[in-house]
């Protein structure tokens, strides 16, 4: 088998649930779009870009026709001056616009409803302590309402970790002696995984915790059950 084969199996190593683009939150899947766009610019210039990088050397390389040619003098050329200043400043704005409505958005937490289920989580090395509002405390497993909006409020006892569900939404970092907030509703019922996504020492690998999504009438049950 030759060498470069290996490189076919790729995508056979795809076996991690931790996906980020199938969200299940809203907030997720804005955050999904903001990814999925500026993959889509960047891929857009660089197919603009091959084009060209082709089109120039097949059509420019030396035959033996030109071979003597002296190339025409140009002083410049505002038409294509003009193109190239103004097509990537319009596709800034168009990759700014969206980014700053959404980044606002997910930092918004003063709007969160009424009824938001608020949450501490603490992190520490190396496990995560979830704290409800009734005083009830978990360790490595979060259990949350599906379809209700959820303010998590993080915090850490050492040193800087980040929160992070892959299918829910965008990490946010616990830090120490700072409270960061986090507000997102899950919108789908099912187990998720979750982990710490800043190097936070020895065993920051195994940082794990789950996130169970279940129905209100589960959480609430779940939540006045003792420890
Ligand atoms: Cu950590």
Known sequence: MKKWFIFLLVPFLSGCSLRTLNPISETGADQAFLINLSFGLMMFVVAVVCVLFILFT????ETEKNKTDI????EGNRTLEIIWTTLPILLLI????PTIIYTF???????SSEEALHV????????????????KETHDKLVLPVDQEVVFHLNST???HSFWVPRLVGKRDAI??????LKVTPNEVGTYQGKCAEYCGILHADMRFVMEVVPEKEFEEWLAKEQ
């Open 71 to 74: 190339p025409k003098h140009e």
């Open 158 to 160: 050492d040193v800087i």
């Open 120 to 135: 501490n989580v603490v992190g520490e090395q190396w496990r995560w302590t979830f704290q409800y509002e009734n005083g």
């Open 58 to 61: 097949v059509k420019y390389r």
């Open 105 to 111: 958005q997910v930092s918004n937490t003063d709007a």
């Open 176 to 181: 120490p002696g700072k409270e960061n907030k």
């Open 94 to 97: 168009g990759l700014a616009i």
